[in-house]
């Protein structure tokens, strides 16, 4: 997998007059967007079925999983992990003041299989480091001990100092209650 980092001048505050500091800010570089068509016809070759019935099949299954996973069930994604909905709400200490304003973001949960988490901490990084510039400054591959983030157990499975996917560090909820999120 393939990252970069590059330097960029963050500011805490909206004071005018906070000068802000330079820092490596990291995220994984995306090859491109694969689209369905191209996913279809890749699928179709590897199972030996014609790219309509495929088609028919990812349709259908699309469905599926949509209708399913709106009545509140987790849905099994052959060979990913399971996909559900879930909310982020406030708390309320009285009965009486629970109402749908209290939702604060609908979610769709991801939650990746032991396979698929062994493929990505298997997966070595390369991390290239370009300074304010634009010019490339350093190369790093990766020897780290390969933990994966598990959201659905409390966060990350190491003391994650911020993430590449720019979330801001200890990344949480806020103080927001996941109410909705079981299984």
């Avoid at 090859?31 to 088609?55: D, F, H, P, T």
Wanted: hydrophobic fraction near 30%; proline fraction near 2%; charge should be negative.
């Amino acid at each position: 997998m393939k990252v970069k980092a590059i330097e960029k001048k963050l500011k805490f505050t909206k004071d005018e007059n906070d000068p802000g500091v330079y820092r490596y800010v990291m995220s994984p570089e995306q090859y491109s967007n694969l689209n369905q068509k191209k996913v279809i016809k890749e699928a179709a070759l590897r199972s030996g079925v014609s790219q309509g019935v495929m088609q028919a099949c990812w349709d259908a299954a699309g469905e599926v999983i949509k209708a399913w996973a709106t009545e509140g069930h987790s849905v099994a994604l052959p060979g990913l992990g399971t996909m559900r909905f879930g909310l982020r709400s406030k708390s309320v200490e009285d009965v009486n003041k629970v109402k749908s304003s209290l939702i604060t973001s609908r979610r769709i949960i991801f939650t990746p299989d032991v396979d698929l988490k062994d493929e990505l901490k298997n997966t070595a990084i390369v991390i290239t480091c370009y300074d304010r510039d634009g010019k490339e400054v350093k190369r790093v591959t990766s020897t780290d001990d390969a933990e994966v983030e598990d959201n659905e157990n409390g966060g990350s499975t190491t003391d994650n100092q911020g993430g590449t996917d720019n979330q801001s560090q200890g990344g949480g909820n806020s103080g927001d209650e996941n109410l909705g999120d079981g299984d």
